[in-house]
């Protein structure tokens, strides 16, 4: 009971500790001897490192109110165009981008349900998300309703491979995709929570013949 406590509040003063060795840049414009202990010469004070943070928060939200406007989409763009031009950084920022899109774009590429196939053999499932559901050509030649499904690699699910499965070999799950993407980036050892949901019994079912 009072390990997850321990781990949970170290974790966050940890998590804290890190972000404010970025966020505490922003009180460059304050003398040292008045934000940090020690006449200047010691760490930032806590409380400052508290309103630094709070300040970046309210930076990030201005700016993600920013971009709905015409001139900050332009800026957002620019800048993401700059980002993926710097040799190394941009196989980073490709990957972790379109990571991002694939859990929260709503356009029609992005996963749209969680499922389970046999690939890449009967009687051994992979883990995959459902790209599209109308697949033209493919699906008039063969004569069957064919779903488009990605199955991705692990632990990078930006990798992966695309294969076309009748509807009816599509085990569908409840899985959110969020959380299967997470089950593949983190190799299958943190699986989602699963709560099977059970009809309740009609009232007349339960009751005894006799009754």
Same mark, same amino acid.
């Given at each position: 009971?009072?390990?997850?406590?321990?781990?949970?509040?170290?974790?966050?003063?940890?998590?804290?500790?890190?972000?404010?060795?970025?966020?505490?840049?922003?009180?460059?414009?304050?003398?040292?001897?008045?934000?940090?202990?020690?006449?200047?010469?010691?760490?930032?004070?806590?409380?400052?490192?508290?309103? &630094? $943070?709070?300040? #970046? !928060? /309210? =930076?990030?939200?201005?700016?993600?109110?920013?971009?709905? %406007?015409?001139?900050?989409?332009?800026?957002?763009?620019?800048?993401?165009?700059?980002?993926?031009?710097?040799?190394?950084?941009?196989?980073?920022?490709?990957?972790?981008?379109?990571?991002?899109?694939?859990?929260?774009?709503?356009?029609?590429? &992005? $996963?749209?349900? #969680? !499922? /389970? =196939?046999?690939?890449?053999?009967?009687?051994?499932?992979? %883990?995959?998300?459902?790209?599209?559901?109308?697949?033209?050509?493919?699906?008039?030649?063969?004569?069957?309703?064919?779903?488009?499904?990605?199955?991705?690699?692990?632990?990078?699910?930006?990798?992966?491979?695309?294969?076309?499965?009748?509807?009816?070999?599509?085990?569908?799950?409840?899985?959110?995709?969020?959380?299967?993407?997470?089950?593949?980036?983190?190799?299958?050892?943190?699986?989602?929570?699963?709560?099977?949901?059970?009809?309740?019994?009609?009232?007349?079912?339960?009751?005894?013949?006799?009754?």
């Amino acid at each position: 009971m009072v390990l997850p406590v321990v781990l949970s509040v170290w974790l966050f003063v940890w998590l804290f500790g890190t972000v404010a060795n970025f966020t505490d840049k922003l009180l460059f414009f304050l003398p040292r001897h008045f934000t940090r202990s020690q006449g200047g010469a010691g760490p930032v004070l806590w409380y400052w490192s508290l309103l &630094a $943070f709070a300040v #970046a !928060v /309210l =930076l990030i939200a201005g700016i993600g109110r920013l971009t709905r %406007l015409y001139v900050g989409r332009r800026l957002v763009e620019g800048f993401d165009a700059l980002l993926r031009r710097v040799p190394l950084f941009n196989k980073i920022y490709s990957t972790i981008k379109q990571v991002n899109d694939a859990i929260t774009s709503d356009k029609k590429t &992005a $996963f749209k349900q #969680a !499922v /389970l =196939l046999e690939y890449p053999r009967a009687g051994c499932y992979s %883990l995959g998300f459902i790209t599209s559901e109308q697949q033209g050509e493919a699906q008039a030649k063969t004569g069957q309703r064919l779903l488009g499904v990605f199955v991705p690699t692990t632990p990078n699910p930006t990798s992966g491979f695309i294969v076309l499965v009748p509807e009816s070999q599509v085990l569908r799950l409840d899985m959110p995709v969020a959380e299967g993407i997470k089950f593949v980036m983190t190799l299958g050892s943190v699986p989602p929570e699963y709560r099977p949901q059970t009809a309740p019994v009609p009232a007349t079912a339960a009751a005894s013949p006799g009754a």
